[in-house]
């Protein structure tokens, strides 16, 4: 080996055992502040989708290891190496993609497919397909040009899944600039991704280093923004809701239908305008809590004897009833369905524990006035 030769063999060797401590400390701490903010708050709410993040990020501190282990083998095949980063890589992507389902805000084109059962096994397979071969190869010892293509292949697809899911995660939460810089990290990974495949080693830690870093950040900006709306979640506790019912005629001599709703954090006594049919639902909910009868029944679905009375037609009448108020407490279409309509729902109204298409209202009856 000729002295230039020896010189460039010890410069990647410095330049690989740098890289890899950089990337093994980094991503560790990285991966145990997104398990401490789990473990303090998600660990409650029974979210793991953060914690198939936080081992994604284990995974390049794992790939970082290696390589400081490689750096210090001065003898190891170079192949072995690409092997065990693109095993890791697989592993990352995997993890991406398996914390996806737990997203609250999911695009609607793909939420059907990512909130269902078979999701692991359409991400797995791939997986597999693209693992099997590489250890294969790895072992073998033949040329890792395909390796390397598996590797980019499965990340281009998680890149555009995560990249649509990101998107649509800080926009419902009302972050744009966090949005627009999610695309931006998620357009540097797929260059760098795409740029593995020409095999410049010393250009490639510096994407790697680029992209890593960008997205670990964007990782504590999405966890940080969901402890954001857990803060700012304005529906109270049952017992904090007060309700008061009147029914009168309005300077054009029209009968308005008003809900006087007291409770929601930020916000004043809302005086909320209701149609007759949910004027009526709430009204009849409210006088069964205020005289102990309490439930309501359900009409079941595909029910057509007409000899039987049920207190409410369909679930719907819930869902309307529930929107109208959002409606009137926020404005139309400016609140989320599960930042805002679920949880007013859970507080509104309680289902029977045999869940038997009962339901009353969950607001105890001190905190009701019925209309003289």
Known sequence: ???????????????????????????????????????????????FGQVWLALSVLCWSVSGGVEVWFSQQPGAATYVLDGWRSILSLFNSLFILFALPWFRYLPKRIEPVVKSGYWRIIVGLPFLFSLLPTIRKMWSGQSMGVISELDVYYAILTLGFLGYVLWESFAKRRLRILAWLSLV??????????????????????????????????FFALA?????????????????????????????????????LNGIRGKNQQSIRLSPAAFDL????????????GWM??????????????????????????QALLDGIFGKGRW???LHEIPLRGTLFEVAPSRDRRIRLRIPSENIELPL
């Open 1 to 47: 080996m000729s002295p230039e030769q020896e010189l460039q063999a010890l410069l990647e060797s410095q330049l690989l055992s740098f890289f890899g401590w950089w990337q093994l400390a980094v991503c560790l701490f990285a991966f145990c502040g997104l398990m401490g903010i789990w473990w303090h708050i998600g660990r409650k709410q029974e979210d």
């Open 185 to 218: 990290c998620v357009l540097v990974t797929l260059i760098a991704q795409l740029y593995k495949l020409t095999g410049s080693y010393i250009d490639m830690n510096l994407f790697s280093a680029i992209f890593k870093t960008s997205l670990i950040m964007i």
């Open 224 to 260: 940080l923004s969901w402890v954001k709306e857990l803060a700012e979640n304005v529906i109270p506790e049952s017992a904090q809701i007060y309700l008061a019912f009147e029914r009168k005629k309005n300077e054009a001599g029209k009968v308005e239908n008003l809900v006087y």
């Open 282 to 293: 709430f009204l009849a909910f409210a006088k069964r809590q205020k005289t102990g009868e």
């Open 297 to 322: 029944e359900i009409r079941p679905k595909g029910e057509t004897r007409s000899s039987k009375q049920y207190d409410i037609r369909d679930y719907n009448e819930i869902r309307r009833l529930t």
């Open 336 to 338: 989320a369905r599960e």
